[in-house]
């Protein structure tokens, strides 16, 4: 696989500025998202399907992952080629020594919030001491982001257990039956949820961890290669 990658200089926990692809020649290249294909990434399926990147010369092929650890690990033993994951995934893997970068930035602000019943809301750590929160895999990116939630109450995260249930309004129900105090979602559980009738209290999970929400990630060595 060839392809070249232009990217701006390095910045903080080894994010880097917006990516622009150009091809020498037709070229195949693999993308897997961190979460199926939710409307989340419909800005990704829709350059796919409808030929957006074909005009540059690229035969995208997009997967849909079953977590951002997944997409991660993926991309870094090159399985793929671009990983999509959240950028607090990509900064502790940096800090443990994993040769990756994150190449473009597509969603600033956190896509993922906290969602609970407004007749028990929950807006801090604090209120998730000895509850289960729903997640929808360990160590990913919702994982990590419920500890964020926690640490910034002063909370042992430890404290919290998690549960892994799908990213999808069906969770709410969970929610509803108090089965889980809260589920890390994106905004199109809000949005079915509440068009089902749920009383949907949801939190922005950015400001618990003030980092790139979405992320195209590489492993090093290809941005060394081409």
Known sequence: RSFLMGAGSAAACGMMQPVILRAQGPTSIEIITPNGYTSSFS???????????AR???DAHVEGGKGGMMALQLAVSQQVDLGRTAGIVVVNAV?????????GTIAHSSVLNLLSSEDDPVNSGEDLVGHIVGIDSLNGPADQLVSAVCLAAG????SVQRQVVPDNPASFGLVQAGR???FVGNFEAILR???AGGKVHAVNLQKFMPLPGQVYVVNESMLQEN
């Open 43 to 53: 800005e990704l399926l829709v350059a796919a399907r409808n030929g957006h990147f």
């Open 56 to 58: 540059y010369g690229i």
């Open 95 to 103: 800090a443990q020594g994993v040769p990756c970068k994150a190449i």
């Open 155 to 158: 909370v042992d995260p430890a």
């Open 180 to 182: 889980i105090k809260a």
């Open 193 to 195: 949820a509440r068009a």
